[in-house]
């Protein structure tokens, strides 16, 4: 009998429990031998391992009590399954912990993952390293194995994102834009770039893709965005937002929301209707930040550059007849 601390007592029939192998004929200790005399020297006082391990445990627990060791308590943790419920392997896309780096989880996001993957706390699911350790004990463990979540496991990670420290942040997100090829010298417009995205993306990696269009000498049109939004008739209204951007000083996203409000106002339209051409300018797409946000972010000088090619691309013929 197995007393587990996690899953129970656990009986095995003694028929189960053969004359096993303590030594192989080249001289090498066995497994279940090996690690006996392992935990038992270094006084491992627990054992916590994957229950696939459970049925090692009364054959070792046969040669500590041979050996006169005193036996360790022995805690069994259920299997992590895939999404489907089934062992997790290949197939699911299983990855070691260190890969999950390169996919833009932050560690933080990964311990308090995994670690809620087979323990829970009531219905807290965040968790500060500090609350794990004081909170955590063996008997909170799950006895039924847990199956990987990867809608939940990028929820948490976004929640980290939102909440880190955004010099912490900046560099955690710089190698995966430099791994893009785009240049991130610029820490203002870098700084700027990762707070409009911050309460947006769930890794890193897509960070690092959506913000690609603030860094970029130029931006590549959607061709459906640009079908819609860069026509001749929104050509005119391009202009006049060159025209007022031009004007200005400065920028801030006040300011930015400030001219294109007045547009709008002049001209009779909805906000959006100004807001979308505008997008699509600056950004090549139909879905972005705030535009003031983004406006701020780009500067006066690259709204400018930008503003100049998207007339430029619809003055060419390139942009559709409304």
Not at 155 to 183: C, H, T
Not at 230 to 245: F, P
Not at 271 to 286: E, N, W
Request: charged share 25%; proline share 4%.
């Amino acid at each position: 009998m197995v007393d587990d601390v996690i899953q129970g007592k656990v009986t095995f029939d003694n028929a189960e429990l053969d004359d096993l192998v303590i030594l192989r004929s080249d001289g090498l200790p066995t497994y279940n031998f090996s690690v006996v005399i392992d935990d038992a020297t270094m006084e491992i006082t627990h054992v916590l391992r994957g229950n696939d391990h459970l049925n090692n445990t009364p054959r070792q627990i046969q040669i500590y009590q041979a050996l006169g060791y005193p036996l360790p308590r022995f805690g069994h943790v259920s299997m992590i399954l895939g999404p489907d419920k089934k062992k997790l392997s290949k197939r699911h896309g299983a990855q070691s912990v260190m890969e999950y780096k390169g996919l833009g989880y932050v560690p933080e996001a990964v311990v308090n993952y995994i670690v809620r993957l087979g323990w829970s706390y009531g219905d807290q699911e965040e968790f500060t390293q500090a609350e794990l350790i004081e909170k955590f004990t063996l008997e909170a463990v799950g006895k039924s194995a847990a199956a990987i979540n990867p809608g939940k496991f990028d929820w948490l990670n976004s929640q980290y994102i939102k909440k880190m420290d955004l010099d912490q942040l900046i560099e955690s997100v710089r190698p995966f834009m430099e791994a893009q090829g785009y240049p991130v010298k610029d820490h203002i417009l870098l700084r700027k770039a990762v707070v409009t995205f911050r309460e947006r993306v769930k890794t890193l990696v897509e960070m690092a893709d959506v913000a690609k269009f603030y860094f970029c000498e130029e931006v590549t049109y959607d061709e459906t965005a640009a079908a819609k939004f860069l026509t001749q008739e929104t050509g005119a209204l391009l202009q006049e937002v060159l025209s007022a951007v031009s004007k200005e000083r400065s920028f801030d996203k006040s300011q930015g929301h400030r001219v294109l409000q007045q547009i709008a106002e002049t001209r009779g339209l909805a906000m959006v209707k100004i807001a979308q051409p505008v997008r699509v300018a600056l950004t090549g797409k139909t879905v972005s930040p705030p535009i003031d946000e983004v406006m701020d972010a780009l500067g006066k000088e690259k709204m400018v550059q930008r503003l100049e090619r998207a007339i430029d691309y619809i003055q060419a013929g390139r942009g559709s007849v409304s």
